[in-house]
């Protein structure tokens, strides 16, 4: 069962997923595959995206989670971010002064797209920056939604970090929906926008 945890520090609270993961037995990648700047139109199009699924937390049935996934366009320059927000059971964001409700995220810039196969997207950065995983997403559209996995790759900046292992296998994030238009990060840790 997938589960919220809760860390201190300086600036609050983030929070992560635990629990047990799901995997995907290939280990196909997109090397062979043609690499174009940016990311696909559809995403362009449609920024943010939501698990309809709500996601169960440690601290019982007065809360509970989503999943987002978005997508910004800075100096020229395409992100993924994706990140978890915790809501009380009427909707309204779980925040107080000390709180910060979405975590940072896996923050993606500079990034490149590949079609693998049909209906399927790769995503990667395409500048290698240390300190950075090299994380790459994996887009498959079923009906109107997309099913998103992600897996790591060794860093070639940071050899020598204990953490810079390539994954093995793909790890499925969830199904994510297309989120209403007018919706806006800053407001997401505030009150559930299915609500």
Do not use: C
Request: proline fraction near 3%.
């Amino acid at each position: 069962m997938t589960h919220f945890r809760k860390s201190l520090g300086l600036l609050g609270v983030s929070l992560g997923l635990i629990g047990g993961a799901i995997v995907v037995g290939s280990t196909e990648t997109a090397n062979a595959a043609t690499w174009h700047k940016g990311i696909p139109s559809t995403f362009k199009t449609h920024k943010y995206w939501v698990t309809k699924s709500k996601v169960k937390t440690e601290y019982g049935k007065n809360y509970y989670g989503r999943k987002y996934i978005t997508f910004s366009y800075r100096n020229k320059i395409w992100s993924i971010t994706r990140f978890d927000a915790m809501y009380y059971k009427d909707g309204k964001g779980y925040i107080n002064n000390n709180f910060i409700n979405y975590d940072s995220g896996e923050g993606t810039p500079y990034l490149a797209y590949a079609k693998t196969k049909k209906n399927t997207y790769e995503l990667k950065r395409t500048k290698q920056m240390s300190g950075w995983p090299e994380r790459h997403y994996r887009f498959q559209k079923s009906g109107s939604t997309y099913k998103v996995w992600t897996r790591s790759y060794w860093n070639h900046i940071d050899p020598n970090v204990a953490s810079n292992r390539t994954e093995k296998k793909w790890t499925k994030v969830g199904n994510f929906s297309i989120l209403k238009k007018g919706v806006r990060q800053s407001t997401l840790d505030k009150k559930d926008p299915l609500k």
